[in-house]
């Protein structure tokens, strides 16, 4: 079984539209796929319609921002109903939020000598949601930087210039409204957070406790030592187990839609509970 669970288009951070996705999902054979776009499901409604057409197994999908102990974490909701007023209120809030950071992003690279860099972003991101993503190849297309490592190094992250925190909602909550939306809960790429593995591990176990319901143990370029340790920890901690690509399609980018390793444990894919409850 192909399974890619994680992917992203022009409704948040990604470049592609919903429906190119879906179709790049069914060139590559994957079975069930999943258009997770970062904190808003605009998209979905898209991507549904042309799995209809072509025929491909799509889930609904959500990647949400949330913190733990101070820190940004990622929440994959799968299974999602995209009509749920808990989880449109919720991710309303998340725009907003966006907004309101992008402005503070703006006025911090400006303090270091890079104007108008609202505008120049917001025309990148064209109707879709802003992302540090956004801000990322707006720097590189300024000359500012030359790749998405140095740019976000530099600029985007810490006390750099466009390094602003958000409030996002704290993960009890955000797994609230994923399951409010009859969703299960996945915490995504957990290896790529600033922080140790005994951190990170201790972080799933937080989001466990708070009623998650799985973990991403295969992503892009994982290495067998990652999925080994991350199913590890699944099993441990009595999780389910996602695998997701996080395709974004920028040229800059190298990641392919179903790319993906084999699941150690295919019988504890997140999807046997989607689909049969
Ligand atoms: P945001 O949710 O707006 O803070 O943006 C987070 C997004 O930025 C992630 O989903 C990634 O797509 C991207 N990102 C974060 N760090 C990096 C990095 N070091 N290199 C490339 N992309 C990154
Ligand atoms: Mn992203
Ligand atoms: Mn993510
Ligand atoms: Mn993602």
Redesign the pocket.
């Known amino acids: 079984m192909l399974i890619d669970l994680h992917s992203?288009s022009y409704y948040s951070?990604g470049v592609l539209s919903p429906a190119s996705l879906v179709r790049l999902a069914h060139e590559a054979s994957c079975d069930v796929f999943a258009l997770t776009d970062?904190?808003t499901i605009d998209g979905q409604e898209e991507a549904m319609i042309e799995s209809e057409n072509i025929g491909i197994n799509l889930i609904t999908g959500v990647?949400i921002?949330a913190l733990w102990s101070n820190m940004?974490v990622?929440i994959v909701g799968l299974g999602i109903d995209p009509e749920n007023e808990t989880l449109k209120k919720g991710l309303l809030k998340h725009k907003e939020l966006?907004s309101q950071r992008a402005i503070r992003m703006a006025r911090g690279l400006s303090g270091a000598g890079i104007n108008g860099a609202l505008e120049k972003t917001q025309a990148i991101a064209s109707d879709g949601m802003?992302?540090?993503?956004h801000f990322?190849q707006m720097l590189i297309q300024e000359g500012v930087c030359k790749d998405?490592?140095s740019v976000?190094?530099r600029y985007?992250?810490g006390k750099k210039p466009g390094g602003v925190g958000?409030q996002w909602e704290s993960y009890e909550e955000v797994i609230g409204w994923i399951h409010a939306a009859g969703g299960v809960g996945v915490i995504a790429h957990p290896l790529r957070y600033r922080m140790t593995n005994t951190k990170a591990r201790r972080m799933i176990s937080s989001l466990k406790d708070a009623g998650c319901d799985g973990v991403e143990v295969v992503t892009a370029n994982s290495t067998k030592d990652e999925i080994t340790l991350t199913s590890k920890w699944a099993n441990e901690l009595d999780l389910l187990v996602s695998s997701g690509s996080?395709f974004?399609g920028w040229p800059n980018?190298r990641i392919q839609i179903g790319n993906l390793q084999e699941l150690p444990e295919p019988s504890k894919c997140v999807i046997n509970k989607i689909i049969n409850g």
Not at 130 to 133: D, F, G, Q
């Open positions: 992203h951070d970062h904190d990647e921002s940004t990622h966006r802003i992302t540090r993503t990322a998405m490592k976000f190094r985007l992250t958000a996080d974004h980018q």
